[in-house]
């Protein structure tokens, strides 16, 4: 695909005349990114945007202790950095390709000079790059909202069976295009993830595997699990899993301590990055709560335990 073409199918740019379309295409540079690569760190001089020709893109946020939040992942036709057009302020976030990409830069000197020879067709190009940055304030407005229904079910004193099922019913509110969901927690003495109301599934299963080498902080889609699966996902059109984690854990190395899972059986259907973002900030939100659940859990069996001797 030539520069003319991509921008032609990017919202942004397609109500443009051809003179101007040819302008900045004429402006960008080619940028070809290997997995792993930073395309911009958090706090870099935010001097440009880009157009992902092909590829995927993970903007993320530094928290503390090392952790990182994923923000948004950024597929083919999309585009990202525009905040540095609303202002000169430092980069926010970072952005890395997940996987080997191709990529179309627009420095920002370059855009002003197209702005200040074409300032009608200008104002298009920012009003769009405005819709994006209030698109992703949306998607960030249904994550928090989420997110403080979640923490309440949490934080309600309920057992962990409990509250997993509690958690599982919230994200097929806050996602209507899923048919089921489930929080699955490892048992240590069987050696195996369970869910209340669903088969428990062997650490064994190469699924566990995979989900494990998963990149941390992402939900693993359907089309990227491989075989080996739970049978109910097996089964599903589409679904997408997101790992639990000891916080500080590595990924890379460590049985995670658990998985959400959304899925649906309905024809075509798939998940939006929207929707994994969500599943990977509420798996978060559960790693970190976790430990405290367990221990809280331990606790009330030991009680309960002490009570049955005392009437004996």
Request: charged share 25%.
């Amino acid at each position: 695909m030539n520069k003319r073409e991509l921008l032609k199918d990017t919202n942004i740019f397609a109500a443009l005349p051809q003179n101007v379309l040819d302008i900045v295409a004429g402006e960008m540079e080619k940028v070809d990114a290997a997995p792993g690569d930073i395309i911009f760190d958090e706090g870099a001089v935010a001097d440009s945007f880009y157009v992902v020709e092909k590829g995927e893109i993970v903007i993320s946020k530094n928290l503390k202790a090392g952790r990182q939040k994923v923000l948004a992942v950024i597929n083919d036709g999309a585009v990202f950095g525009e905040m540095a057009f609303f202002s000169d302020s430092p980069r926010i976030a970072a952005a890395r390709a997940r996987v080997a990409s191709i990529l179309w830069k627009l420095p920002r000197d370059k855009f002003a000079d197209v702005v200040g020879k074409h300032p009608r067709e200008g104002l298009k190009i920012f009003s769009g790059l405005l819709q994006v940055a209030m698109d992703r304030l949306e998607q960030t407005s249904r994550e928090l909202a989420t997110i403080y229904e979640t923490s309440r079910v949490i934080s309600s004193g309920k057992s962990l069976g409990a509250i997993s099922t509690a958690v599982a019913e919230e994200l097929l509110v806050s996602v209507p295009s899923a048919d089921k969901s489930a929080v699955y927690i490892y048992n240590e003495f069987n050696e195996e993830f369970e869910s209340p109301g669903l088969p428990e599934i062997p650490a064994s299963l190469t699924f566990i595997a995979k989900l494990a080498a998963s990149p941390s902080g992402l939900a693993m889609l359907s089309s990227e699990a491989g075989a080996n699966l739970p049978d109910f996902l097996a089964s599903s059109s589409a679904f997408a899993v997101a790992p639990i984690f000891k916080p500080n854990a590595d990924a890379a190395s460590s049985r995670p301590s658990g998985f959400i899972a959304l899925w649906t059986n309905a024809e075509r259907a798939a998940f939006s990055n929207a929707n994994l973002l969500l599943l990977s900030s509420v798996s978060g939100q559960f790693a970190e709560a976790l430990e405290n659940l367990r221990h809280r859990e331990e606790e009330l069996n030991r009680a309960r335990l002490d009570r049955s001797k005392q009437r004996y």
